[in-house]
């Protein structure tokens, strides 16, 4: 972590300038068998098209409020970062009748709608796929996004001091989110070359932290498991060794 370092994309953009071609998040879903693994660039990259479409085709502003009904997921992590980067404040399971807009996987779509904002759905597919049919009143982010540009610059500067995440009754800043990251990395022991396998939710700051932030701050990398309750112990031995793990959290 860098002395600017005062929001989570801060933290990405320091990551990126020290080693762009390192992983930083790998990702399995044990129900389908999905693998994916994204590099500094590559993840800094999806932010930048992600920040460019809130800030461009939706018309974020900072200090709107963006319901995330989205599991642990590579593409969520993107998300979280995208609203670091345009100063929009991600309400981690939120009420969509109380958002601005909502971003939705494709087993919230009915409550997703309760939204009277933008509404983006995500098909939640192996290598970021589209859904066979959009959803009705929902941009597909799938067709969105590759579409947006590379670099992103807000429009207005982001401060650290406006609130950037809510889990459910605790709202924090950039830089709460950031001072916290770094005592978790801290108290995991995260530093550069470390692999942090989570198997939490991200519906808790243990989880995004684990899943996402710690990693983040400590110059780590995050191997993020979603179902791994359906993988056996030999099967998950086999990946802490194949993935080079060196810290767990699995529950």
Not at 5 to 28: C, H, K, M
Not at 52 to 63: F, I, K, T
Not at 194 to 201: F, I, K
Not at 206 to 222: E, F, K, N, R, T
Request: one cysteine or more; charged letters at 20%; proline letters at 7%.
């Amino acid at each position: 972590m860098n002395a600017t370092d005062r929001t989570p994309a801060d933290l990405l953009r320091s990551a990126l300038a020290a080693d762009p071609g390192r992983p930083l998040v790998t990702f399995y879903d044990d129900a389908t068998g999905e693998r994916v693994e994204l590099s500094v660039a590559t993840f800094a990259n999806w932010v930048a098209k992600t920040a460019n479409l809130l800030q461009g085709e939706l018309s974020a502003e900072p200090g709107d409020r963006l319901a995330l009904l989205l599991p642990a997921h590579w593409q969520t992590a993107v998300w979280l970062l995208a609203c670091s980067s345009t100063g929009v404040t991600a309400v981690v399971g939120g009420d969509p009748a109380d958002a601005d807009l909502v971003v939705s996987g494709p087993d919230t779509l009915d409550e997703a709608a309760a939204c009277s904002g933008e509404r983006v759905a995500l098909a939640l597919r192996p290598l970021g796929g589209r859904f066979p049919q959009p959803p009705d009143g929902f941009l597909d982010y799938a067709v969105e996004v590759p579409g947006q540009g590379d670099q992103f610059a807000p429009y207005a500067p982001v401060s650290p001091s406006d609130d950037a995440l809510v889990i459910g009754d605790t709202a924090l800043t950039g830089a709460e989110i950031v001072e916290r990251a770094l005592a978790d990395a801290r108290g995991l022991g995260l530093g550069p070359g470390d692999r942090m396998l989570s198997g939490l939710s991200y519906g808790t700051w243990d989880g995004l932290s684990a899943g996402l932030y710690a990693p983040l701050a400590g110059g780590a990398s995050v191997v993020l498991c979603r179902h791994l309750d359906e993988l056996g112990e030999e099967a998950l031995a086999k990946r802490v060794e194949s993935e080079r793990v060196t810290v767990r959290r699995e529950s």
